[in-house]
Each structure stands twice: as structure tokens, then as C-alpha cells.
């Protein structure tokens, strides 16, 4: 009996113990409340791919900042028939008031560079600085932006990418994140049938990442996409309302999944962003 008290004594600290250890370890729902993401791209319309997600955590309570780096002022599309210029960029401006009104974030803020131009050298000195002092005043947890090949490889979502990583791997703190999107090359279905030549073409040309660089993977519900659905035909001046269609049967190859690489890397698939 003596023997047997030792041993039921052990035996309670280590139940005891590992009653500790699955309390710790088990994660606790996310707090999105008082979190600050910021999404910086190219165009208006280029947020179409994350909206869903955007309805996700407006509602959860985090403050969004959609950041427009050019005017597209070029973006002419032949159902529209606007031309090049001004009225177009006033036209696009619109919509992309209309997509964070729509989704309940707060107004975009616009750069105003020239659609096409920022490869320009004096456009990439002073995109630097912009953005720079975007990240001071907002001090965002997690920015979101085009990955290396800029979706379809578009030269200002390469440009954007590429200056949003030079400027956050210099002065981001320890608590903040920087997440590329990205679509699974696994989950590409080279057959879809759409019914656009424009969505067709983006599919074919779609820059894709292996999915286990993809390792954040962020759910949405049926009411966020319909509500991202919504927000994304405010760009009248460059889809019709079949190729917005389009674009969200080509999104839906990867599950009800927005998926992301930390510019960083991680091993850990993750299902949250502020994590």
C-alpha cells in the first residue's frame, strides 16, 4: 500500500499536468476586434480576389484600409466605352467607393499614380515613401498584397508587390505580417468552362503558388461571398455582370478557401490572419 500511494500520486500530477497542457494548448477563437488590416494593390478592382474576406473581418470587427496605388485610367473595356484619362479614373474612383461602402470598410485611399507608369524610376522612389508612411500612420497587424507574379503578371501588381515588401521587411515590427495572395497551382482546373474571353484569359494566365506555400487558408461563408459578389459589380467600367460571375466561378476552385503565403515563410497552416 505504501508502494501504491507514490504511484497513484504520480499518476494524479501527470493527469494533472496534462489537463494543464490541453488547456494551453487549445487555441482560443481569434480576436479580430481593434486589428488593422491593410490591402495594398495596384488598380481599383484588383481586391475582388480577397473580398470575401474583407466582409469577414468588417464584420468580426477589425478596421480594413483598402489601399489604390493607381488611377486605371487606362483599364478601356469596350462595353464601357469610356476612354483613356480622367473620366475613366473619375468612373473607377466611384466603384471603388462603392465596393468599401458596399462591404462596410472604410473609404479606399487612393495614390494616384498613372495607370501603367510605375516602373518609372521617379514612380518607384516616391511609392517607397508613400507607402512608408502608410504603414507609420495606420501600423496595420497584416498587410495583404499581390505576390511576385502579380496575379496574371501584370507589371504594376509586380511593381506593387515588390515595393510593399521592400518597405515592410524594413520597418515592420515583430507583431506584424505580411501575407501574399495566392492561388494553388493544384487547385487550377485548366478545362473550366467560362463564359468571358476576359475571365477565360485571366484563368489561363493565372500566376499559380504550390499549395504548401499557401499556408494561410481563410474561410468564408456563403454571406461574405455574396456580399464580395456584390461589392466587386460596382466595377461596371470593367466587368459585366456575366464576367463578375465568371470571375467568382473561377475563384471557387479552391473551396470557399482565400488562400495566402506569409512573405516569410511558415510551415503551419494557419486558418486565421491575426494569428
Known sequence: MKKLIPTLGAFMM???????????????????????LMAIFAHPDDEIVISPIFSKYAKEGATIHLVIVTDGSKGVTPHANIPAGDSLASVRAQEAFCVTKTLDIN??????????????????FSLDDKIDSLFIKHHPEVVITF????????????????????????????????????????????ELKLNTNLVTWFNENLKTTQKRFLTYRISFSKED??????ASSCHKSQYTAEAID?????????????????????????NRIFD
Open 14 to 36: 501527470l493527469f494533472s499536468c496534462n489537463n494543464q497542457n490541453q488547456k494551453i494548448q487549445k487555441k482560443e477563437p481569434e480576436n479580430s476586434k481593434d486589428k488593422t
Open 147 to 190: 505576390g511576385p507574379g502579380g496575379e496574371y503578371g501584370h507589371s504594376d501588381h509586380r511593381m506593387v508587390s515588390n515595393i510593399v515588401t521592400e518597405v515592410f521587411q524594413r520597418e515592420a515590427s515583430e507583431t506584424q505580417q505580411l501575407l501574399y495572395y495566392g492561388f494553388p497551382k493544384e487547385s487550377k482546373d485548366k
Open 246 to 270: 465568371d470571375l467568382f466561378s473561377m475563384m471557387g476552385q479552391t473551396d470557399s478557401l482565400i488562400y495566402l503565403r506569409p512573405w516569410n515563410g511558415s510551415e503551419t497552416v494557419k
Open 225 to 230: 461571398l455574396k456580399l464580395g459578389h456584390e
Open 107 to 124: 473609404p479606399p485611399i487612393f495614390l494616384n499614380y498613372t495607370d501603367g507608369d510605375l516602373a518609372l524610376n521617379e514612380n518607384l
